[in-house]
Structures are given as structure tokens and as C-alpha cells.
């Protein structure tokens, strides 16, 4: 497994509001600026199926590999020769909620994948954290 970037973000909100979010996830382009459009199979849950469009490429099937509400949330996007991985993770202590994001590759055309885009997604991960708990707070406003 190659780690293309992390993110991290703080904020007051709590984790269900991520959840919310992303389970929304009509709404992703809103806040992440590699995607054009998302389409969810069904509920949001552990095992879900769907369709994205990134920016500039090719419609990706994902899967929800892991939901555990409040606490993680994890997609895989299918590619050629590849899994790519984000990885979401929350915490909450002290009426503050930690938003903790890993985006991870693995298989033998990774190292084509990361030529491809890594640049961008480690470029976009920070960005897409800070819009992300933004959203949610003019949400809550």
C-alpha cells in the first residue's frame, strides 16, 4: 500500500453531521473539487455500491468497504490494475470532533495511477477537509 496524502481537520460539529454528509452524496461536488458527480446503489451502508465522476476522467465504480457510524467510513474506487482508498476517520473528545483522512493505493498498476493523478489528490485532500467541515458548519449555522 502507497499512501498518496492525509488530511486532518478540527471542528465543533459532531460526527454525525459527517455522516449526514456523506451519506448525501448527491451533494460531494459541493466540497470536493475532484469530483463532477457521485451516484450511491441503494443506502448509504457497509458494502454499498456506486458510480463517481472525477473531474477530467472516467466514470469509477466504488465500494463502501467499511462504515461504522460515527467513526469511520472507508471507499474503495475500482481502477484498472488498482484500488484507491479513502479512508475517513472520526474522533470526538472534549466537544471537538477530529476529522482524520487517508488516501491510499495498492496494486500493480499503482505506481501508473500515481503518476496519473497522485499529484492532484495530494494536492485536493487538505482543501476538500477544510470545505467539507465548512459545509457542515453553514449547515448548522
Do not use: C, Y
Amino acid at each position: 500500500m502507497t499512501t498518496i496524502a492525509t488530511a486532518h481537520g478540527t471542528t465543533t460539529a459532531l460526527p454525525a453531521a459527517f455522516f449526514d454528509k456523506w451519506a448525501d452524496m448527491a451533494t460531494w461536488p459541493e466540497w470536493n473539487t475532484d469530483t463532477e458527480w457521485v451516484h450511491l446503489d441503494g443506502e448509504f451502508r457497509q458494502s454499498a455500491t456506486g458510480k463517481l465522476k472525477p473531474k477530467g476522467g472516467p466514470t469509477v465504480p466504488f465500494l463502501v468497504e467499511s462504515l461504522v457510524q460515527d467513526r469511520e467510513f472507508v471507499d474503495v474506487s475500482k481502477l484498472i490494475g488498482a484500488r484507491l482508498t479513502f479512508a475517513h476517520f472520526l474522533t470526538r473528545a472534549d466537544g471537538i470532533t477530529t476529522l482524520d483522512v487517508e488516501i491510499s493505493i495498492t496494486g500493480p498498476l499503482s505506481w501508473l495511477w500515481i503518476r496519473l493523478m497522485g499529484k492532484s489528490l495530494a494536492a485536493s485532500a487538505q482543501p476538500d477537509v477544510d470545505n467539507l467541515i465548512a459545509a457542515i458548519a453553514a449547515v448548522q449555522v
